[in-house]
C-alpha cells in the first residue's frame, strides 16, 4: 500500500490523496493493469472504496482508490463541495496520474466506483477513452437520485424545489460565514425513511464504517449542479467499453443500475445479482463483499 499525492489540471488547484493498493510480489520494473475506484457520495477511500480496492489487490489486481476533490485528504474549498462534473473529472484525473507511472500499462486501465461514485465512473468513461472498461457496485446516478427518488417514484419537474433551495443556499454562502449544508445520508437514525437508508446512518455514523473524513453531508449549494446532472449523458453514443454493473436484489437503488445498461452503447455488459443484499450490504458486508470482488476480478482480468 503506498499513499500518493496527485495533482490535477482541472482548473480548481486541487491535489488529490490517493492510496495504492498492490498486489502479492508487485514489482515496479514490471507493467501492470489497474483499476481506479470512486467512492460513494460523502464518503472516502477509508471506507467502501479502500475496502475493494484492498481485495481486488488480493486478486492479482492493482488498484487505486482516492479522495475526491474538497473531501477526505484531497484538497479545495469549499469543504464538502459535491459537484458531480468535478467529481467526474477527479476519476480522469486519476488516469491523468497513471499514465506517469512506468509500471502501468496504460492501455489497460479499467474503472469502478461503489453508489454515486459508479455513476462518476460511468461518465468519466464517457468522456475518457483511456479507460477501457468500467464496473459499478450499488450504482447510483446522483442526479437521478435526487430527481426521482432512492426508488424512482418522483418526476423531475418535481424536484424544482431542490434546485430553488440550493440557488438560495448559493445566496446565503455569498452573504454569510457559515456555508450552508445537506445531509448525503441520514444524519440521524430516526431520520431514516426506510431500513435500507437506516443502513446508511448505521455505515457512516457508528462504529460500523464511520470515519472523521466523513462527516455525511455536503455543501446545500452543490444541489442546483447535482440536479440538473445526468452521469449517463451520451451513454447511448459513446459508453461503448465493457460494462459490469453489481447491484443487491433488494436494493431500492438498483433501478439505476438496470438503467446505465439500458442505456449503454457497449455490446458487452452484464449485470451480476446478489440475492439478499441491499444497497448498503455491498459496501462492507463480508458475504456479499467478496462475492462482489470475485465478479468484479475476473471482469476485469479478462477485459483489461
Keep these: 500500500m503506498q499513499k500518493v499525492s496527485i495533482p490535477t489540471l482541472n482548473g480548481q488547484n486541487v491535489t488529490l490523496a490517493a492510496v495504492i493498493h498492490q498486489p502479492a510480489n508487485f514489482d515496479a520494473s514490471q507493467k501492470y493493469p489497474v483499476i481506479v475506484v470512486a467512492h460513494p457520495g460523502g464518503g472516502v477511500k477509508e471506507q467502501a472504496a479502500g475496502l475493494y480496492a484492498k481485495k481486488l489487490a488480493e486478486q492479482g489486481l492493482l488498484a487505486i482508490a482516492f479522495d475526491a476533490s474538497f473531501q477526505g485528504e484531497s484538497t479545495g ?17 486519476v488516469v491523468d496520474y497513471l499514465t506517469t507511472q512506468t509500471y ?55 424536484a424544482m424545489p431542490y434546485i430553488a433551495h440550493g440557488s438560495q443556499a448559493r445566496t446565503s454562502d455569498a452573504n454569510g460565514t457559515e456555508l450552508a449544508t445537506l445531509p448525503l445520508a441520514p444524519m440521524r437514525e430516526e431520520d431514516a425513511p426506510n431500513e435500507e437508508l437506516r443502513e446508511a446512518w448505521e455505515y457512516y455514523h457508528t462504529p460500523r464504517a464511520q470515519h472523521a473524513n466523513a462527516p455525511g453531508f455536503m455543501t446545500a449549494r452543490s444541489l442546483p449542479q447535482i440536479i440538473t446532472y445526468d452521469a449517463y449523458h451520451k451513454a447511448e453514443a459513446f459508453l461503448t467499453q465493457p460494462i459490469l454493473t453489481v447491484a443487491g436484489s433488494v436494493a431500492g437503488s438498483k433501478w439505476m443500475s438496470d438503467d446505465l445498461l439500458a442505456r449503454a452503447a457497449s455490446t458487452d455488459k452484464q449485470m451480476h445479482v446478489i440475492e439478499g443484499a441491499n444497497h448498503m450490504s455491498l459496501y462492507d458486508k463480508q458475504p456479499y463483499v467478496d462475492e462482489a470482488v470475485s465478479v468484479l476480478a475476473q471482469f476485469f482480468q479478462t477485459r483489461l
Excluded at 134 to 156: P, Y
Design 104 to 158: 502501468v500499462d496504460t492501455d489497460r486501465i479499467g474503472a469502478m466506483g461503489i453508489c454515486a461514485g459508479g455513476g462518476y465512473t460511468a461518465n468519466a468513461a464517457i468522456n475518457d477513452r483511456r479507460i477501457k472498461a468500467i464496473a459499478t457496485v450499488s450504482a447510483v446516478n446522483i442526479g437521478q437520485m435526487f430527481r426521482n427518488g432512492w426508488e424512482n417514484t418522483v418526476k423531475d419537474a418535481d
Design 77 to 93: 474549498e469549499p469543504r464538502q463541495l459535491e459537484n458531480p462534473y468535478i467529481r467526474t473529472e477527479d476519476v480522469s484525473a
